[in-house]
């Protein structure tokens, strides 16, 4: 699976902004997929994390009530949908994928269960 992230920017505080990635292949609807972040200077973090079918949805507390993670499976595209943003937003965002086969199937919010990466897309808020 390739993963493509897009719809970063430069946006204010409070605006709303939703992130994309796009997965190439013909199994992206059987794979866990999740979003997470590197703040300038800091670690990786879980942002977000879906199922392959939608019916689970996990959230870090910092973000949860102000984010929506959603996938659309025929499109391959799963989303970030990012409302009332913070300066503490600011990172670089990076979608991931985590394969059917792996121990434990599901959501993750270890970064390193993860199989595949996208390349990242900076999220710059201004305060």
């Known amino acids: 699976v390739q993963l493509q992230a897009s719809g970063g920017g430069l946006v204010q505080a409070g605006d709303s902004l939703r992130l994309s990635c796009t997965a190439s292949?013909?199994?992206?609807?059987?794979?866990?997929m999740a979003w997470f972040r590197q703040p300038p200077g800091k670690g990786r973090e879980f942002v977000a994390g879906?199922?392959?079918?939608?019916?689970?949805?996990h959230y870090s507390v910092p973000v949860r009530g102000r984010f929506t993670i959603s996938r659309d499976n025929p499109k391959n595209t799963l989303y970030l949908a990012m409302n009332d943003l913070k300066a503490e937003d600011t990172a670089v965002y990076s979608c991931?994928?985590?394969?059917?086969?792996?121990?434990?199937?599901?959501?993750?919010?270890?970064?390193?269960?993860?199989?595949?990466w996208g390349q990242g897309t900076l999220v710059t808020v201004s305060s």
């Open positions: 292949g013909h199994t992206f609807s059987r794979y866990a």
């Open positions: 991931a994928a985590r394969s059917p086969t792996s121990f434990a199937p599901g959501v993750r919010r270890n970064g390193a269960e993860y199989d595949y």
């Open positions: 879906i199922t392959s079918s939608s019916d689970s949805l």
